[in-house]
Each structure stands twice: as C-alpha cells, then as structure tokens.
C-alpha cells in the first residue's frame, strides 16, 4: 500500500494543479523544481562549512558546493562523498539538493562535495558523465588542498544522479587511478531502454510518470543508440566486477525501481558486496521531501549512515 503521507503529497500536487514536468519548457521545469523545495523540503541544517569551488572539465569550468560537517575541526582530513544530483539530466541543481547534501553531510561525519554538472537539452549525453567524472577526479587529485582523504572517496546520487554515480564507479575502475571506496544509488536508473516490469506497473499516477521520463530521456539522448552505451545503461556493462561497495536505495511505486533491483543483483553475482533495500510505500523522490515523508528521514539516515560506516568516519550527531 503507498504510504498515506505520500498519497498526500500527490492529492496536492492535484489539487494545487501542479502542471506535469513533461509539459513545460526545460526552463520551466527546472524553476518549478526549486520551487518547490519549499513545500516538500526540510529547512536546510547548519553545517561548519560550505564553499562555492569550480572543477575544470573536458566542456569548461564545473560549479562546485563543498561541505563540511558540524563539529569538525578546520584542520581535520576527511572522507568525502562526492554527489550528483537528481532531475532526469535535464532539471536540479546545486540548490535543488542543497538540504539533502548537508544532511548527509552532517550525518555522515564525510566532507561531501556537490557536482553541477552540464544538463540536456544543451548538453546532451555523455557531457554529464564527462563533468562527473572530471569533478570527482579533481576532487581526488586536491585532497590536501580540500582536506579530504583520497583514499577514503565514495561517489553518490539520487536517480539521474545515481546512475552518474554509477557510471564513475566503473570508469573509475577501467582508469586506475581513481580509487572510489563505495557508491551510495539512490533508486538510480541504470537502463535507458525503460523495459522492466515496473515502468509499466508505476508508469502512471505516482509523480514520476512514463511521459516525463520519456520527457527526461529525450532531452539527454540524442541517439536511440546511445541507450546501449554503459555510460548511459551501466546495467549493460559487460563486466560489473570488481567495484566498490553499494547501498541501491529503491521505491515500491518508482518506475525505476526493477531496473535498480537488478543492477544490485549484478552487482552481487559479479562478486561484490552490495546492499539493497526497497521503501517498499514510497514514490521515486521521496528522499528529498522530509518536510512531508517521514521515511525520507529514514532513508537519509540510512544512507548517510552506510557512508559513514564504508568511510570510516564519525557522525557530528
């Protein structure tokens, strides 16, 4: 049964007659979409520390928000958790998950650095991946500068994010030289071909709908061949051993949510370890809207907690 807290969350997004994301302008979409931060989203915590840095990337500068949590001391090395942002590749920003960001943050005990990466239409597939792999690799490569441990990085993301994540675990892996020490999915899409069972079953009705991820997928794929690209479907990358440790976070009624399922399952019979759990009464989104889902808080600590645990680090809480 969907939870009531988010049953009510989607009678307001109709009585309120909240226009559907695949029906606006990416403009449009994207200035709803922070705008609505307010309804859904807890007021954002204080941390100890919060910068405004670039990355330079193959397609020019990459904004950057870096975080640092509450109690630790200026000079401290941290583990860090380098996270993309949800929004199908097309919507979100460094604000968008500025609240979550510091959540995890603070909870974590991790510095986390924020990637605003390039976003279709205007730049289409594979200039996300482009940006969030450079990001992080700048990331590792300023470790003394940032006071973070480079030895102690995990990548993260929700959705769009999540599979951004994903996709630098493995190219992290393929390179070398960029040790990545656990990757936190948070209910991540990892096929573009938008074929398991659950876009059909949760395709309707539940906020993220088959239109707007048709919406999302157009906007980012240029090519319908680019769909069996591992840089878009890291489900179809031939070999998924030897990567670091996951959490996939899922939804019970989130179309993403069998496509997440199996890329935990490969993950595990490619020999790694990987964690899955399933909100089993929560819609895709669901983690950023603490201010009305009181399982988003779970899933937050949850998460925030599992990076603490592969980092080795202590929460300021």
């Not at 009510?8 to 609505?36: G, N, Q, S």
Request: glycine content about 8%; overall charge negative; some cysteine.
């Amino acid at each position: 049964m969907l939870h009531p807290q988010a049953q009510a969350l989607i009678d307001l997004l109709i009585e309120r007659k909240v226009p559907p994301t695949y029906t606006l302008t990416p403009a449009d979409a994207r200035k709803l979409y922070r705008e609505r931060r307010a309804v859904t989203q807890p007021e954002p915590g204080e941390v100890a520390e919060v910068r405004e840095l670039n990355a330079p990337g193959p397609h020019g500068a990459i904004p950057l928000r870096y975080y640092r949590p509450l109690g630790s001391a200026s000079d401290a090395v941290l583990p860090v958790l380098v996270y993309y942002h949800g929004g199908g590749w097309t919507i979100g920003d460094l604000d968008t998950h500025d609240t979550l960001c510091r959540e995890l943050c603070n909870l974590s005990g991790c510095a986390l650095v924020a990637v605003d990466y390039r976003m279709g239409p205007e730049h289409r597939f594979p200039a996300a991946v482009d940006d969030a792999l450079a990001a992080t690799r700048w990331v590792h490569d300023q470790a003394l500068a940032l006071g973070v441990d480079a030895s102690r990085l995990a990548v993260g993301g929700d959705s769009a994010g999540g599979n951004l994540a994903a996709v630098v675990a493995i190219a992290a892996r393929d390179a070398g030289d960029l040790p990545i020490a656990f990757q936190l999915l948070i209910y991540p899409a990892t096929d573009m071909r938008r074929g398991h069972p659950s876009h059909t079953t949760n395709g309707q009705g539940y906020v993220l709908t088959s239109e707007s991820i048709r919406y999302f997928h157009d906007h980012y794929i240029a090519d319908p061949q680019h769909d069996l690209d591992w840089r878009a479907s890291p489900l179809l990358h031939p070999d998924l051993s030897r990567l670091p440790p996951a959490l996939v976070l899922t939804a019970g009624y989130d179309p993403l949510r069998d496509e997440g399922l199996d890329y935990a399952r490969a993950l595990t019979t490619a020999g790694n370890r990987a964690a899955y759990v399933c909100f089993e009464r929560q819609i895709h989104g669901f983690i950023t809207m603490g201010r009305l889902i009181d399982e988003a808080n779970a899933a937050v600590s949850m998460c925030a907690a599992e990076v603490r645990r592969a980092l080795g680090s202590r929460s300021a809480y």
